[in-house]
């Protein structure tokens, strides 16, 4: 019943124009035109560094919402080696967070990702394994840093 009172609603609004001949294929294409220019949520951009964030190369990508971290780096060829598979087994997946508020709203360390983060090199404080996270579109626009090889 909304929707038929919603479609109405819409008819009502042309008709006066669709009386002097013009197109309703123009409002629909116009409709269609806005919803193709809105902002794809399922995805978020996201540039790996690899190496030294100064002058390392940089890997820009559309990662899934949703999607496990460490994955989207590898589907991307991102310089990481993610050894144990996503299992928590290991620290060649450990990545940097440049921006402190997205670090922030991270879900918490778990004890066991506190324990594999100790035999990372280059730990900092915004350090993460990325087997742990999922993609959020707080994600969108990030700069993750990837530290050479990891124990």
């Known amino acids: 019943m909304r929707k038929s009172l919603k479609h109405s609603f819409r008819v009502a609004n042309i008709l006066p124009f669709l009386k002097r001949g013009v197109s309703a294929r123009l409002f629909t294409s116009s409709a269609a035109s806005l919803n193709s220019i809105q902002p794809d949520l399922t995805k978020v951009r996201i540039t790996f560094v690899e190496d030294d964030l ?8 559309d990662a899934a919402v949703g999607a496990k971290l460490v994955d989207v780096a590898l589907e991307n060829d991102v310089d ?20 402190l508020k997205l670090y922030e709203s991270l ?26 996270l ?11 840093l990837v530290p050479g090889q990891a124990l």
Request: charged residues 30%.
């Open 107 to 132: 879900p918490p360390k778990q004890e066991e990702e506190e324990d594999m983060l100790d035999l990372a090199a280059d730990l900092t404080e915004t350090s993460r394994l990325s087997c742990q």
């Open 80 to 99: 990481i080696e993610a050894a144990c598979g996503g299992e928590l087994a290991c620290s060649t997946c450990h990545c940097v967070f440049t921006d």
């Open 134 to 144: 999922e993609v959020t579109p707080q994600y969108e626009g990030s700069i993750i």
């Open 54 to 61: 100064e002058d390392g190369p940089r890997i820009v990508v």
